[in-house]
């Protein structure tokens, strides 16, 4: 196997024997297929449609849903990845013939597990020999599996958007021929301002579905009553669970991705949504066996579940784990929660984690954020507040994540945290106080919000007539995932420059499209906490 799409590949090269995730040679295969399946259906609908011919949406919903499920810690379920490779030869195979001579991703179909296993020792990265060839194109499929993320959860909602498919066609597609590196570079690009387009779509789909997030205090002690413990980012998920348990006398928790829920005015109408248990995802095993009660995932992430409490996890949507009970979409989209209620109510209530109980601040959106646009302005030009520093992101399990705790605590007292994503469980049970009101971690929510981030800023640079460079503003990113890929591409795709990002730089950026991100980008690798103090937060 080979796989390097994520930060904790192993030696920083790539994951060769076993995922650092915990995935295998047989998963990664399955996944590596589906990938090159992918392409095959790209290039038939892709040609299609370029015919002048109708096209099949259902094969660009599928291409984005595909996607999704091979993001790092979506799916581990081989038998899952299977049935969607058996979905995509359907769905390619439906589709007419590109021409005489289609690539083998194409035409290739497999007749048995075993040929399926033994086409991934074909297809996966390493089948592109050239190592720049290699970096652009696997960046662009990790932009594009964060943009398959991201629209799956706009896309349940109602919310889709021609544009974003056709992207994801072309891109996949664009993987089997022959570009140049500036064609591919310019791909890569493409990706980043698609990947705005998909991140605001789905603001969109989240504002307009359960209101504007207000700005909300978040409990983390714990009642007395049973509860579901919910994580992930689906939003929808976790309406369907409180409309359905709102009787049921248990309480709803939140983990990880879904804190920022607690600030959607729909889900404030919900007394048994009590609070937050827990912190970011790596932290499963410490905090799953605790809380006693059934656990949802809606997303990602998910780490190896202990035998503890493995009986108790529930899956929905593109998440799998192999021997978990999985709870799928009715025929009208909705899902049927019962299950895990009733496992609720007979569990023991959750036991109160070590060192919680302070109140964690969430729901700093672009709404709530530019309603006090005119205290932000002032305490800037009074120099209450010397700089933002953007450190969103994603959190991850290495020692060395604790630089962000330390770069977060060395911080002025007259500089503010915008955050969003589960890197903010780094610092934002620090006491780091507010100025004037306005709270020195600004968590506008999950990591799909640093949409609201964007919003935030240019709302900025406009009040001060410059340009977002221009801003008191300095990007400290971490990274882990490819939805975090889609986020860094979405940014340079908007003109910023001098974006810190760690702990670690991509295994996938070859030392050529390095340099093309230093000399373009003035991207850097974090390194201390004092030499990053003194670049990017100068006195
Ligand atoms: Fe390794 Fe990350 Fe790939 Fe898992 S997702 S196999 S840890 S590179
Ligand atoms: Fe976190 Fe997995 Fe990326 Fe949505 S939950 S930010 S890592």
């Known amino acids: ?270 007394p048994h949504l009590v609070g937050n248990y827990g912190t970011s995802w790596h932290h499963q095993k410490e905090e799953f066996e605790p809380f006693n009660g059934p656990v949802l995932f809606t997303t990602n992430c998910i780490i190896p579940p202990k035998e503890s409490y493995i009986g108790r996890l529930y899956t929905t949507g593109p998440v799998g784990w192999p021997g978990v009970i999985h709870i799928p979409a009715g025929p009208d989209g909705t899902k049927d929660f019962s299950p895990i209620i009733r496992v609720a109510q007979s569990s023991l209530p959750p036991s109160p984690l070590p060192g919680s109980g302070r109140d964690l601040v969430t729901g700093c959106a672009h709404k709530a954020v530019l309603e006090l646009a005119g205290t932000i302005v002032e305490a800037v030009k009074k120099g209450d507040i010397t700089r933002f520093v953007v450190m969103a992101g994603c959190d991850g399990r290495q020692p060395e994540r604790e630089y962000y705790t330390e770069f977060a605590k060395a911080l002025p007292a007259s500089t503010v945290i915008l955050t969003a994503g589960c890197a903010k469980y780094r610092y934002n049970a620090l006491d780091l106080g507010t100025i004037g009101g306005i709270p020195r971690v600004v968590d506008a929510g999950q990591c799909n919000d640093c949409y609201s981030l964007v919003v935030i800023a240019q709302a900025l640079a406009d009040a001060f007539g410059v340009g977002i460079n221009d801003l008191p503003l300095s990007f400290n990113i971490a990274w882990y995932e490819q939805k975090a890929v889609l986020v860094l591409l979405a940014l340079l795709s908007l003109g910023v420059k001098k974006i810190t990002l760690g702990p670690k730089l991509p295994g996938f950026v070859s030392p050529n499209v390095l340099k093309v991100l230093v000399e373009n980008f003035d991207l850097a690798p974090n390194t201390t906490v004092d030499e990053d103090m003194a670049r990017l937060v100068p006195a």
């Open 1 to 270: 196997m080979f796989c390097y799409q994520c930060e904790e590949t192993a030696r920083g090269t790539g994951c060769t024997v076993r995922g650092v995730c915990s995935k295998d040679e047989v998963l990664c295969g399955v996944m590596d297929v589906l990938l090159y399946l992918c392409r095959g259906i790209a290039v038939r609908d892709l040609a299609a449609r370029e015919r002048g011919e109708a096209g099949s949406n259902e094969a660009r919903r599928f291409l984005a849903d595909a996607l999704f499920a091979t993001l790092t810690n979506v799916n581990f379920d081989p038998a899952r990845i299977r049935e969607l490779i058996r979905k995509a030869v359907a769905i390619r195979d439906a589709l007419p013939p590109a021409g005489p001579n289609e690539p083998d991703a194409a035409t290739w179909t497999p007749a048995s597990d075993a040929e399926i296993d033994a086409k991934a020792k074909e297809v996966g990265v390493l089948a592109t020999e050239n190592e720049d060839v290699r970096s652009l194109r696997e960046m662009l499929i990790y932009g594009m599996k964060g943009i398959g993320a991201y629209y799956h959860h706009a896309a349940v909602l109602g919310y889709t958007d021609d544009a974003v498919e056709a992207f994801l066609e072309k891109g996949l597609a664009s993987t089997t021929k022959d570009l140049s590196v500036d064609e591919m570079v310019a791909l890569v690009l493409e990706c980043g301002r698609v990947g705005v387009a998909t991140l605001a779509l789905l603001d969109t789909a989240n504002t307009a579905t359960y209101g504007d997030p207000v700005i909300t205090s978040v409990k983390t002690t714990v009642g007395d009553r049973p509860g579901i413990l919910v994580t992930g980012h689906d939003l929808k998920d976790l309406a369907e669970l409180l409309e359905q348990s709102k009787d049921a006398g248990i309480e709803i928790y939140t983990h990880g991705e879904m804190l920022p829920a607690h600030a959607y005015p729909a889900f404030k109408k919900y």
